[in-house]
Each structure stands twice: as C-alpha cells, then as structure tokens.
C-alpha cells in the first residue's frame, strides 16, 4: 500500500523526506534510523558525550525501539545530574506531576503535541510555594509566537492561587522548547530539573514516545500539521533573507541555508539566530524543531505502511482515531489486506 500524508497537507510529504524514510518492519533500518535521531537530539540538548557512553543495547528489553528510547533518556537523565540543577525543588515536583498529568490526558485526547489544561483542575493548580508566596510552576504562554497566535482560551473555571489567568499550555512534541514565545538557544524545559525531581527527563520521554509507532498513531496528527505550518509560515521570510550554502563560497561564521536546515559555517549554530517580529529564533531551536516534525511525519508514514504488523491493540486505537486522515489509511490497509 502506497502511504501519502497529503491527507494532512500538500506540504506535509515534503516535511517527512526531510529526515530519512525507513521501513518499520527491516531490523536493519529500525537500527539505523532511531540511533540517528537521537544522535540529533542529543548533539542539540547537550548530552552526545553521555549518549556516546551509553550501552548500545538492553538485552532485558525485547522492543528494540523502547530499548533505544531508555538508552536515550538513560543518557539525558545522567548528563542532567552532572549539569547544573537550575530550579527549587518545589517547583521541580509540581512540574513533575503537572506534566505527567497533561500527558495522561492529552494521550487520551490525542493532543499530546500541544498540550492544554486547566491549571486550576490539577491537584496542585500548577503552583508551587517559596518564600512563603504561592508561585506559577510554568510560563504563561499567551503571546502570538512561533506555534500559534495566543492562547488566552477560557479562564480558568476557579480561582488559582497563584495568579493563572489563562489555560496553561505546553508545546511537549518540540521539547525543551515548550513555549511559542521563548526559542532562545536553551530550551526552557532543558532547565527543569533539580536535586531530587527532573520534569526535563519527563518532557524529553514525550518527544522520545511520539517517536514509538504506538504514541504516534495515538496522536491526532492534525494538530502537529496545523502546528507546523504556523511555524513555516513564521520562519519561512526569515530562513529566505538567509543565503545559500555554496561550498568554497561561504564566508566562516556566517549563516547559511543548506536545504531546508540552517547551517553556521565554521562555526556553531548556538551562537545564531534569526530576528523577527516575533522575537529571537536560535539556529539551533529552529533546526530541531523542524527535525521534531519531519521525525512525527517520518514515523506515522513508517507506521502506517507497517499497521498490519503491529499489535491488535494499536491498529485498534487507530481505527478509532478522531484523526479522518489516519483512519483513511487504516480503511485502505484493511482493504489491502
């Protein structure tokens, strides 16, 4: 069966041949392909030294997909203990428990991408005390940004304790950048950890699932598309000011295009940016992001192409999307087969 993601957008086939295609049913391609990403992810957040260490397999763990994911985030997690722990403890296990519930949540909804919730209906109404001030355990994105044009949506239904206004939003598919309005160099989630708690690791194994063909035919693939092409449209007057990549041409330091990516020549992309309305788009940020949704689109067309070998359960889930476009592909498999 001949998988087309155009049910999502013209645009969309395009964005998944930014990353290799790979079939989910060869070993040799699987190995191939997820050490890869995270060999991308890791060089961007920092811990490529601490996945270099890493065991390259788990022999305890038949998946060879979740055996590559837990060697990632083993990985992250260890070189998250060796970094400088940024946040108060307090603030680090609201987010904890915040984050996983989003996740259960927006799991079930199939917008774990972009995740949404009232803060005021959390167990700890996303607050955390210091100083004996009841503070807000996130940033409140509500400024038109890269990922959308705001999100003042419905107050929340209570009164918060510590001044939420606004539902609270996470932008978990492009971890650590969680926020439309804050793409600087670092991402924010890369600072939430702490001694005892580390919401980081929690952010990164939403990234790392979506990457598992079983979360990803969970995830309402609209919303991503929808996301990205906001992202496109915001970056793209910006990426087309920059010139093209011509070997034996290009001036050191400086910022290229190569492709669809950016390129810093002889020199480092954590130290580029781009400028506009707005705000402050790092190299980097833009570079990974863009990774994180050709990678989502990547692995649903992989997915779909190997429905018919994965567990009942999955295909199940995937029959029964709210996504139209994923259950069209599904129809057509069963109809194939």
Not at 13 to 21: E, H, K, S, W, Y
Not at 165 to 186: A, E, I, K, M, N
Not at 298 to 307: C, P, T, Y
Not at 318 to 323: G, H, M, V, W
Request: hydrophobic content about 40%; charged content about 20%; proline content about 7%.
């Amino acid at each position: 069966m001949t998988t087309d993601l155009r049910c999502y957008g013209d645009d969309i086939q395009g964005l998944a041949d930014l990353v290799p295609d790979f079939d989910l049913r060869s070993p040799m391609d699987v190995e191939s392909w997820y050490p890869r990403e995270w060999q991308a992810i890791a060089d961007t957040l920092g811990f490529a030294q601490q996945l270099a260490a890493a065991p390259r397999a788990m022999p305890t763990t038949p998946d060879r997909i979740t055996a590559m994911t837990l060697v990632g985030l083993m990985a992250f997690e260890h070189a998250l203990r060796a970094g400088r722990l940024g946040i108060p403890e307090s603030q680090a296990r609201v987010q904890s428990a915040v984050i996983q519930a989003m996740t259960t949540a927006g799991l079930e909804r199939g917008e774990l991408w972009r995740a949404m919730v009232d803060p005021t209906t959390l167990a700890t109404g996303a607050c955390y005390a210091e100083g004996g001030r009841s503070l807000r355990a996130f940033y409140p994105d509500t400024a038109p940004g890269y990922f959308g044009d705001g999100w003042s949506g419905p107050p929340p239904r209570a009164e918060s304790a510590c001044g939420w206004q606004t539902p609270l939003v996470l932008h978990l598919g492009t971890f650590p950048w969680v926020y439309s309005s804050r793409l600087g160099d670092t991402g924010p989630g890369a600072r939430w950890a702490s001694s005892a708690s580390q919401p980081a690791l929690e952010g990164l194994h939403v990234v790392a699932s979506l990457l598992e063909p079983a979360t990803n035919l969970r995830q309402d693939a609209r919303q991503v598309a929808a996301i990205y092409r906001h992202f496109a449209t915001h970056t793209a007057p910006l990426v087309a000011a920059l010139p093209s990549f011509q070997p034996g041409r290009a001036e050191a330091g400086r910022l290229y295009r190569r492709g669809r990516f950016l390129l810093a020549h002889q020199g480092s992309l954590h130290v580029a940016a781009l400028d506009g309305p707005r705000g402050r788009l790092a190299a980097s940020a833009y570079n990974y992001i863009l990774r994180r949704f050709a990678s989502f689109f990547a692995v649903r067309r992989a997915a779909l192409r190997a429905l018919a070998t994965l567990p009942f359960e999955v295909q199940r889930r995937a029959a029964t999307s709210a996504d139209p476009c994923l259950r069209q592909q599904v129809e057509g498999v069963a109809r194939a087969s």
